[in-house]
């Protein structure tokens, strides 16, 4: 997939697969009706559910999936954070569903799930710890618990208590956290 607006052709977005049958690339037609914002991370796709994510816009952020069982596009319902600012708005799989977390830095964190079978927004948490507010949910391990991982190079992940707005901190040895934190994805394809 790749922003063809910027080669000077007419989509927004190109989008090409490669099909295993024929050993060939082809189109996907038709294509994104929306250009991907491909500003830092946020241009690379979150898969959850047989879905290809991303976000698209500027000024009005909006999701756009790709089922790749399809190949079709669509706009997932209107977002209740599409005025937000497209630069702190993180998408992530918590719990096997898509999330997003919209950050006022030193402020909050709202943390958003879709809902896929009625097609709508659920806000599931709401954060004003500052600590956490500044970092990336990296997973939900229990109903009121919440993983998280610093946006500094830190070698420790934070554990968010939501009941008691506590937070622990759990060391993960020589690695560093920071931005480079990514969840484990089934591969596509299996080598056998």
Request: proline letters at 3%.
């Amino acid at each position: 997939m790749y922003n063809s607006s910027e080669l000077g052709l007419e989509n927004a977005t190109t989008c090409e697969v490669f099909d295993f049958s024929t050993n060939t690339w082809r189109y996907i037609n038709p294509s994104s009706p929306y250009r991907i914002n491909t500003s830092s991370s946020r241009g690379h796709a979150l898969y959850v559910d047989g879905s290809l994510y991303w976000l698209t816009g500027k000024k009005e952020i909006k999701v756009l999936a790709l089922d790749l069982h399809t190949e079709t596009f669509q706009v997932i319902s209107k977002a209740p954070f599409a005025e937000a600012d497209h630069r702190n708005i993180i998408t992530r799989s918590l719990n096997n569903r898509l999330c997003l977390s919209v950050s006022k830095p030193l402020q909050q964190m709202i943390i958003w799930s879709f809902n896929s079978e009625n097609k709508t927004w659920e806000q599931i948490y709401s954060i004003v710890n500052r600590s956490v507010t500044q970092s990336l949910p990296v997973a939900i391990l229990e109903k009121n618990k919440l993983l998280c991982c610093p946006r500094s190079n830190s070698r420790q992940l934070m554990i968010y208590d939501i009941k008691t707005k506590s937070v622990d901190s759990v060391s993960i040895g020589t690695y560093r956290c920071g931005d480079s934190v990514f969840c484990y994805v089934e591969s596509f394809i299996s080598i056998l």
